[in-house]
Structure formats: structure tokens, C-alpha cells
């Protein structure tokens, strides 16, 4: 049989990879219903029309077809979704009727992109998303909100410290235009470029895309530049000499999201001029994040306002969302080396079988082990202890149960050697070991790809 070539862009992690991708997906879902996010799943397909107009990303949009349809049959117009952000405001406009308002929700679903694969960017991949949605009118506050929820992901998770990089696109587009920029969208695009082809290109595509002056465009990229932890980031834009009412509003929107999470999470959200998010659905604060010392990575996470994504005319409802790059930010964990799982699988103990007469009774104490919530599985044969030792030791589990023919039962820890008398109704395996754990471990700090994942 040919050997079967990997395909390229759709990531399957190994048993013990997979456990780590287990650990994230645990801990998301747990800080979001413990912020009372609700689970949701959308259909995996969205009306082409619907996708393609919300930003850059027609080529990337993977159309769904019958592969025998009838000759003049009808093209279905439908496409696999980009992201959720898109589903997530048609399900809302689909089911207000049955949601109360404001509406949190989360969402952990495979998406698909038909981009050049590369580190850390797939085809198919995993997003968790968390949305407020709110009829007509939004509060300000829940921009502060999901940014410090995420952020709280970030904290329990065993990863590298990670920093939310936080922007305002009115602030953006009002620089743009106060500059003399005559389509702030596409200073917008470019200025997302940056980190991609640098700053002499982004430069020209701002004269030739936005048009802008060789003067306004240095100011655009001289606000790139701009990053501050605090509200300091308010005078360097004003000593940059550009005016515009938008402007004063980003400004001063961007500035009470900082204050805010810095009196809640300090050092978690950062203001960042440079962040834009090609996304032509974001109205006012946009994230992403990178985490320290991988910062050549990408955002792993990125998110942000939208006010008129979703309305069926008579009611508009405005959301604000940050999405995590399951995938992306696993494959980096594991692609650099910065965490490992204790095991590769749930198993904690398994029970030994001394004759395939006696398989029976080893099959009971199984079930009274997993009866208390411990993960067991029986020896597949009866072999001699030693391989059955061995058995285990391969597969990662680190006790082995004897049962003696006078009904007596211990236990043996096969990492240390130590073996005592136990009770199926009463041991239990200290809780380190009652299930796998993913530890963050030093590792060198390597990041090296310019790719990005856009994510939310």
C-alpha cells in the first residue's frame, strides 16, 4: 500500500498533542460559563452573499457544490464559514424572538479558509468565540468586558504570558482621514499589512490605494508606532498635528478601555496603534493578542465591535466579540516546545489479569474504580506481569492493579516502584494522576513566522 502524504493545512494532533488541544478547549468553556456565556453551534454553512461582503476574504471562501450535480443545476450558493462572527449574527437576527437581550454567547466550532498553509495557519481549524449582542444599543462597558474575560483564559491556561493589543477603529479611520486619506477602508487594509510587508510598502499602498500625501502617509505609519500600557497614548497621538471629530471619539473610547482594564487586570490589555483587522465589520475597539517572547507568531487572538452586522430593518443589533485561535495558538505550544501532557491518555490504572479464567473479577474491580470517576481499562491479555508492566509503562499509565488468589488487592505506582494494599471501593489516585495534566515547560523562545490567522 502507497504511503498515505499528510494534507497539507488540516491539522490532526497525536494522542498526547491532543490532550493539550483538550486542556485549552476545557478551560475556555469553563471561564466562559463561569462569565455566564451560553453554548451555541451554528451550521457549517453561510449564503455566499452574506460572507462576501464583509471584508477581504473572497479567495479564501471554500463553496459548497455536489460533486454529480445535473448539468444547468443551480449553484447552491453556499459557502463553509469563515469564521463565527458572521453565523453568530445571522443566528441572532434568525432567533431574537427567542433571546433575551443582551444576548452572551459561546462558541467553539471548526471553521475553514482556503489560504496557503503555514506555521500556525490552516484550512481547517478550531475558533472559540465569546459575543455580546445587545438590541439597538450596546453598553461601552462589555468592550472592557470580553477583553478581560479573555484575558482570564490566558491566565489559567499553561502558556506563555500573553498580552490583549487593543485599538479603536474610529480612532484609526478618523487619523486616516484627518491625514487627507480618501478611502479610510483602505488605509484600514494596509495598516493591517503592516506586520506582513513593512513599513516602506504599507507606506506606498497609503498613497496609492488611500491617497494619501508622502506626508500623511508617514504620520499613518508613525501612529502604528504608538503602544502604551496606560493613557499615555492619548498626547502622542496629539502631538502627531491631525484632527477630526472621529478621532476624538476613538480617542477618547480607546482611552476608557485601557483605564478600565488596567484597574481590573493590570498589564493585560495594552493599547496598540497598529492594530486594525482587515474585517470591514468592526466599528470601534478591535483586539488581538500575542504572546510574549512569540510575538513573530501572530495574533492568537483577536476580536472586536460591530454595530451594523446584523439588522432585519426595523431592529439593529450591535455586538462585540473576541475569538481564540484554538489551533493556532496549539500548534504553537507545540510546535515550539512550550508545554507537555503527563500522558497521552485518560488512563490511570490499569488492571492487571492473571489468568483469562480470572478476567471476570478484573472486569469488576475495573468497573468499581470507574464507578468513583477513575479512568480504567483491563490488560488485553494475560501475559506475565512484566509485560503487562510494560504495557502500561507505553502507554503513559502509572498504576498497575493486582488481584491475588485470595481476593486481596494492591496496587503498584510503576514510576517509583512503590506497590501497597488497596480496596476498589475506597483508593484513589492522588489528583495529579486522576486524569492527564498539561504543564507549561522551558523551551526556547523561537518564534519566526510572519503568518497570521485572523480570527472573530
Known amino acids: 500500500m502507497a504511503r498515505i502524504a499528510p494534507l497539507s493545512g488540516f491539522p490532526e494532533w497525536l494522542p498526547a498533542e491532543r490532550v493539550v488541544e483538550q486542556e485549552v478547549l476545557d478551560t475556555v468553556r469553563r471561564v466562559f460559563e463561569l462569565h455566564g456565556f451560553a453554548g451555541i453551534e451554528t451550521r457549517a454553512v453561510e449564503p455566499l452573499e452574506q460572507m462576501l461582503r464583509k471584508g477581504e476574504i473572497d479567495k479564501e471562501v471554500y463553496v459548497l457544490r455536489r460533486l454529480h450535480a445535473d448539468e444547468g443545476e443551480p449553484d447552491a450558493g453556499l459557502g463553509l464559514h469563515f469564521d463565527l462572527t458572521v453565523p453568530f449574527?445571522?443566528?441572532?437576527?434568525?432567533?431574537?424572538?427567542?433571546?433575551?437581550?443582551?444576548?452572551?454567547?459561546?462558541?467553539?466550532?471548526?471553521?475553514?479558509?482556503?489560504?496557503?498553509?503555514?506555521?500556525?495557519?490552516?484550512?481547517?481549524?478550531?475558533?472559540?468565540?465569546?459575543?455580546i449582542v445587545d438590541r439597538d444599543t450596546l453598553a461601552f462597558h462589555h468592550e472592557v468586558e470580553v477583553a478581560l474575560v479573555m484575558a482570564e483564559v490566558f491566565r489559567e491556561l499553561p502558556i506563555p504570558p500573553a498580552v490583549i493589543l487593543v485599538n479603536n477603529r474610529k480612532l484609526a479611520e478618523g487619523f486616516f482621514l484627518g491625514a487627507g486619506a480618501s478611502d479610510a477602508a483602505a488605509a484600514l487594509r494596509a495598516i493591517d499589512k503592516l506586520d506582513k510587508i513593512g513599513a516602506a510598502k504599507v507606506g506606498a499602498l497609503l498613497e496609492s490605494d488611500a491617497g494619501l500625501s508622502a506626508d500623511g502617509a508617514q504620520k499613518c505609519l508613525a501612529l502604528a508606532t504608538i503602544r502604551s500600557a496606560d493613557t499615555s497614548f492619548v498626547e502622542q497621538v496629539r502631538a502627531l498635528g491631525v484632527e477630526h471629530p472621529l478621532l476624538d471619539e476613538g480617542l477618547e473610547e480607546l482611552a476608557a478601555v485601557i483605564a478600565a482594564a488596567q484597574a481590573r487586570m493590570p498589564g493585560a490589555v495594552v493599547a496598540d496603534l497598529k492594530i486594525a483587522r482587515g474585517l470591514d465589520y468592526y466599528t470601534g475597539t478591535v483586539y488581538e493578542t500575542q504572546l510574549v517572547g512569540y510575538e513573530a507568531v501572530g495574533s492568537v487572538c483577536s476580536g472586536g465591535r460591530y454595530d451594523a452586522l446584523a439588522s432585519d430593518g426595523k431592529a439593529t443589533y450591535p455586538g462585540v466579540g473576541i475569538s481564540l485561535g484554538v489551533s493556532r495558538l496549539v500548534s504553537v505550544l507545540l510546535g515550539k516546545g512550550l508545554v507537555q501532557a503527563s500522558r497521552s491518555v485518560p488512563t490511570a490504572v490499569l488492571v492487571a489479569v492473571s489468568s483469562d479464567e480470572s478476567r471476570a473479577a478484573s472486569e469488576d474491580v475495573a468497573a468499581a474504580l470507574r464507578s468513583r470517576g477513575i479512568s480504567t481499562e483491563v490488560a488485553p491479555s494475560a501475559a506475565k506481569f512484566g509485560k503487562q508492566i510494560r504495557h502500561a509503562d507505553r502507554r503513559g499509565i502509572p498504576y498497575v492493579w493486582f488481584t491475588a488468589d485470595d481476593g486481596t488487592h494492591s496496587v503498584k505506582d510503576i514510576r517509583s516502584g512503590e506497590q501497597v494494599d488497596a480496596d476498589p471501593a475506597s483508593w484513589a489516585p492522588p489528583a495529579d494522576d486522576l486524569r492527564p495534566t498539561v504543564t507549561l515547560v522551558a523551551g526556547p523562545v523561537s518564534a519566526g513566522t510572519d503568518s497570521e490567522e485572523s480570527t472573530s
Open 89 to 131: 449574527a445571522r443566528y441572532v437576527l434568525q432567533n431574537a424572538g427567542h433571546l433575551e437581550f443582551p444576548f452572551r454567547r459561546y462558541q467553539i466550532q471548526k471553521v475553514w479558509r482556503g489560504e496557503r498553509p503555514q506555521e500556525g495557519r490552516f484550512r481547517e481549524f478550531t475558533q472559540a468565540d465569546i459575543d
